[in-house]
């Protein structure tokens, strides 16, 4: 016995040994930056410990503003995007013919790079010289005024973001649900037809119970993608998110790094950490939900 566990214990240490260099040491890295106050990137220094720069970045308004597109994003998208994936799960689920052809369908986006389709969103929506974009044609027949939805106000621009990450989490979240309901063994199905169940109630008492722990797994795992959110509103709304007003906390880690105001490690490690804690808590509160509904 002790052999295999040497053994096991040995066919585990490069994982162990990859994920201490470049996941355990660089968090406790962080840890020390975030704590370090008044630190200077060129000389390496830094004239105290302690936690003004937790205090900073909570009071800074560029990373309020973050933490506020940040957090309406994760609210409407995580649900609406669940339930979306849901209810054309369950459509997939009962088609005969082409049910192949339309998953592959629904599952094309989830293969296409984030950056490029952000470019179509933004020429979709955005108004130019020449043109007011696309949807605003739409808009415009139907009888309504043009939106600038790029460079106008606040709640155009969310409502781009927010349909356009609804639009990118749909593929995979469809492809775990279908899955999901192909796993349902059929014999409930035909023991809740023989007793003359409506269909509502077979959906209700059957298919979600069963399919519930997968639903908990994609609104764990959205949160948590939707709280890294970054690359996808670079790609509509460009580079220089605070000045649109539509920075994620992900993106103020970035600026603080690199951006117009970087070079502030120890602002964008407390800010990061800020970040952590949200997405630690969070994903606690839905795995404690999650174990309750499947006791």
């Known amino acids: ?52 720069n937790y205090s900073y970045v909570l009071r800074d308004p560029y990373f309020l503003q973050a933490l506020k597109n940040t957090f309406i994003l994760v609210i409407i998208t995580v649900p609406l995007s669940t339930a979306i994936a849901l209810l054309i799960s369950v459509g997939l689920n009962s088609i005969t013919k082409l049910k192949d052809f339309f998953q592959t369908v629904f599952f094309l986006p989830y293969v296409t790079n984030t950056l490029a389709v952000g470019l179509v969103f933004m020429i979709l929506f955005k108004k130019t010289p020449y043109s007011d ?7 415009t027949a139907c009888g309504g005024t043009a939106v600038d939805f790029i460079d106008g106000p606040y709640w155009a621009k969310m409502f781009v973001m927010c349909f356009y990450t609804v639009w990118v989490v749909l593929p995979f979240k469809i492809l775990i649900l279908t899955s999901a309901l192909a ?19 077979i959906f209700t008492r059957i298919t979600l119970p069963m399919i519930l722990p997968m639903i908990f797994y994609l609104v764990i795992t959205g949160f948590i993608g939707a709280f890294k959110a970054y690359s996808d509103v670079v790609a509509i709304f460009g580079t220089d998110l605070n000045a649109a007003g539509m920075n994620t906390i992900v993106g103020y880690v970035y600026d603080m790094l690199y951006g117009n105001s970087g070079g502030y490690p120890s602002f964008a490690a407390a800010a990061a950490l800020i970040l952590f804690a949200i997405v630690l808590t969070i994903t606690c509160i839905n795995l404690l939900i999650s174990g309750k509904n499947n006791i």
């Open 1 to 52: 016995m002790d052999k295999n566990n040497n053994k096991a214990w040995l066919y585990l240490l490069p994982a162990m040994v990859f994920l201490g260099v470049f996941m355990v040491y660089p968090l406790f890295d962080v840890v020390i930056y975030s704590l370090e106050e008044g630190y200077n990137f060129a000389s390496q220094t830094y004239f105290g410990i302690g936690k003004y």
């Open 133 to 139: 974009g696309f949807v605003n044609l739409l808009i």
């Open 183 to 201: 796993s349902v063994n059929p014999d409930y199905y035909k023991a809740a037809r023989v007793d003359g169940t409506s269909k509502l109630r």
